[in-house]
């Protein structure tokens, strides 16, 4: 059984940052998503633990940074420049690519809230 936990959500203000962490019971390829109210999960970045590779959504492209401690079992997620649309729950997943459907194992979401 895989077991993820996310933390690092919270409010700021537009322009702001904030860091989410995930620790993850294991080494596996891992992903971030996010829902926002009214909307489906949307792909944001995903590591390829095994090759190193990273892939972004197009909207967080630049502002966005996934990465990992391997020493920890924590994968990252740095977001800068937030933006009012970011506001979303972020979720960190285990599997591999941008589709949410090739996921099995998922935390339980952590809030982040831009304001204006």
């Known amino acids: 059984q895989v077991h993820l936990v996310e933390s690092g959500g919270g409010l700021v203000q537009a322009g702001g940052s904030l860091k989410l962490s995930c620790a993850v019971s294991g080494r596996y390829a891992m992903g971030w998503f996010r829902q926002a109210p009214g909307k489906e999960r949307e792909f944001v970045a995903a590591f390829d633990w095994a090759g190193d590779r990273t892939y972004y959504a197009d909207s967080v492209k630049g502002r966005f940074t996934i990465s990992s401690d391997n020493a920890k079992n924590t994968v990252y997620l740095q977001m800068n420049s937030l933006k009012p649309q970011d506001t979303a729950v972020y979720y960190c997943?285990?599997?591999?690519?941008?589709?949410?459907?090739?996921?099995?194992?998922w935390g339980q979401g952590t809030r982040v809230t831009i304001s204006s």
């Open positions: 997943a285990a599997g591999l690519g941008t589709n949410a459907q090739r996921y099995a194992y």
